[in-house]
């Protein structure tokens, strides 16, 4: 028993002496790796998202701020989305990406216009991000704040450096589709920052033919009193009567005739509107175009009358109308 004393007290004070020994000697290095703070990459969308600038803030030290999701979203886009001017500060210091494209071709100032975000436009533009560049239909940004009538975006991208005489592929420019869309208060806040008015597509159609042909009175009229031509004749020869005889009402008849238009105006066949009226079964606008004092015997290249279009494109409420004005097939004419 004494011998085991002897070796038990001989082993503690052996540890004794090496806990003294290791304290005199100073502290111990770490053997383990320092802990790195991993963040997953969907909180920052999840900040995003909540609103939570603090907590984007300290996201975007641990993840990447040009992270995207499923559909290629980065969080800017939703932030400009939800209009989070704070998180779309802190995201851009952190070095996102202005002008990245998602799956659907859009850029963050995309989604700030789409929600008629002036401020989040403005600070968007003032950091960098494009107002020139085209999506894979051919339009600018711009494009998007007219197709929604949002006057402020419309000004702030103006103001911003935006072409406000942009032409997509089909050479249409805003001012066409304000017109084609019925959008008033667009094509009016279009034409106070100079975009033009007069300007063909690439069939030669100018706005006015576009607002006549889709019944857009309010539109017609704004054009008409800005000095839009109501003769401008496009590639097919057809002028704004034409137009609106194929799709139109009788108002724009009163419109355009009281403006100057012509309702004998021959196209490249040598039809007037009365013939197209007549072609389409356009029985409102045949009826407008007689009141307005159309010829109802026009004769076409091949001699063909209104009445010849009605009854070879069978709409026979149009041929009696046009009967009862005195109209007459091109046969009866030549005997």
């Known amino acids: 028993m004494t011998g085991i004393k002897h070796v038990v007290v001989a082993i503690s004070l052996m540890g004794l002496l090496s806990a003294c020994t290791t304290t005199n000697t100073g502290p111990v290095a770490p053997t383990a790796a320092p802990i790195v703070k991993k963040v997953p990459q969907r909180a920052l969308f999840k900040a995003v998202e909540d609103g939570d600038v603090d907590a984007v803030r300290n996201a975007v030290k641990y993840v990447n701020v040009n992270s995207i999701d499923g559909e290629r979203f980065t969080p800017l886009h939703w932030a400009c989305y939800f209009g ?16 990245a494209r998602n799956s659907y071709d859009k850029m963050p100032i995309h989604y ?13 533009i003032k950091k960098g991000a494009s107002v020139v560049k085209k999506d894979t239909s051919g339009r600018e940004p711009l494009y998007y704040a007219v197709i929604d009538s949002h006057v402020k975006s419309i000004n702030a991208m103006a103001a911003g450096g935006a072409n406000v005489n942009a032409i997509d592929r089909d050479g ?13 208060e667009a094509y ?5 920052v100079g975009a033009d008015i007069a300007t063909g597509d690439n069939l030669g159609n100018s706005a006015l033919h576009l607002s006549v042909g889709n019944n857009f009175g309010e539109v017609t009229e704004a054009l ?7 003769d401008h004749a496009n ?6 009567l034409h137009a609106a005889a194929a799709r139109g009402k009788s108002e724009v008849v009163d419109l355009v005739v009281s403006a100057g238009g012509n309702t004998e105006a021959k196209d490249n066949v040598g039809r007037t509107p009365l013939h197209v009226a007549a072609e389409k079964g356009n029985y409102e606008m045949a009826a407008g175009l007689m009141d307005a004092g159309a010829n109802v015997n026009a004769a076409d290249k091949d001699g063909l009358t209104p009445v010849d279009y009605s009854m070879k494109h069978k709409h026979p409420a149009v041929s009696a109308k046009i009967r009862a004005k005195g109209g007459k097939v091109s046969a009866h004419l030549k005997k």
């Open 188 to 192: 009016s806040a279009l034409k106070a």
């Open 235 to 240: 590639v097919q020869g057809w002028t704004v």
């Open 112 to 124: 700030a216009i789409t929600k008629n975000r002036i401020s989040t436009i403005t600070y968007l």
């Open 224 to 230: 008409i009193e800005d000095g839009a031509s109501v």
């Open 172 to 184: 249409k420019t805003y001012v066409h589709h304000a017109a084609a869309l019925g959008r008033v």
């Open 84 to 99: 989070d001017n704070q998180s779309v500060s802190v995201l851009i210091a952190a070095g996102a990406n202005l002008n």
